[in-house]
C-alpha cells in the first residue's frame, strides 16, 4: 500500500539531547556525584540524536490554528537543520500524519530524506487503520521495541495499545479498551477521552 525505502509549528522544533546527559541531571543537584559530574560539563557529549513529533499532515483545508498541508514545508525545514548535524539517527515521536491513510504516501517521502537511522514511535493521529497495519507502513519491527547505540538501550512504548482507535471493534484490546474508558469515565476522569489510549501488559515481543 505504501512505498517503503523504507500546529503553523505543527512540527514541534526538534532538539538535539546528548546521551551523556539524557539520563541525569534532575535528583541528585546537591550531591557531590553531581558536583563531580559537572566538571565534565564541557566535554564533547557522546553520540547526539534528533527528535521530530506532530508532524499532522493532511491534504486539508486549515482548522483554526492547523495548517495542515503546511507540515510538508515545516517538516523540509526540520530535515534540513537535522541534516547538518553529526546525529546518529532521529526518532519521530508520534502523529505524522492527522487523518487519512493516504496521507503516510505523501508525508513520507519528505521524511526520509532526513539522513541516517530513523526510528517511530506512535501517536493516535496515525491510526486511520488498525496498529498492524500502521506498524507496517512505518517499516516498524513491532509497535513496541527497543535499540541500542554506544551502550545506550532506548526502549520504545505504545500508549496506543489499549484503545478505541488502535484495535478492531470486538477485538480482546478494543474490549480491554473499552472497559478502561468506562471505567474512567465513571469515575469523572478528565483522562477519560476517546482518543486517549494505555499501555497493554503483555511484552511478549519486546526484546530482552
Known sequence: MLIKPRKPSMIQ???FISASVTLGISLFASTSAFAE???????KPSFEFGLITDIQYCDCDAAG???YRNSISKLQEATD???QHDLKFTVQMGDMIDRNVDSFNTILPYFYKIEGPKYNVLGNHD???PTDQVVDILGMKNQYYDFFEQGWRFVVLDSNDLS????EPGSAKYQQAEKMYNQLHASGAKNAQTWNGGVGLSTNDMAT
Open 13 to 15: 522544533k526538534f532538539m
Open 37 to 43: 559530574r559537572n566538571k565534565h560539563k564541557d566535554k
Open 65 to 67: 490554528v492547523r495548517y
Open 81 to 83: 537543520e537535522l541534516n
Open 127 to 129: 491510526f486511520a487503520v
Open 164 to 167: 478505541l482507535y488502535a484495535n
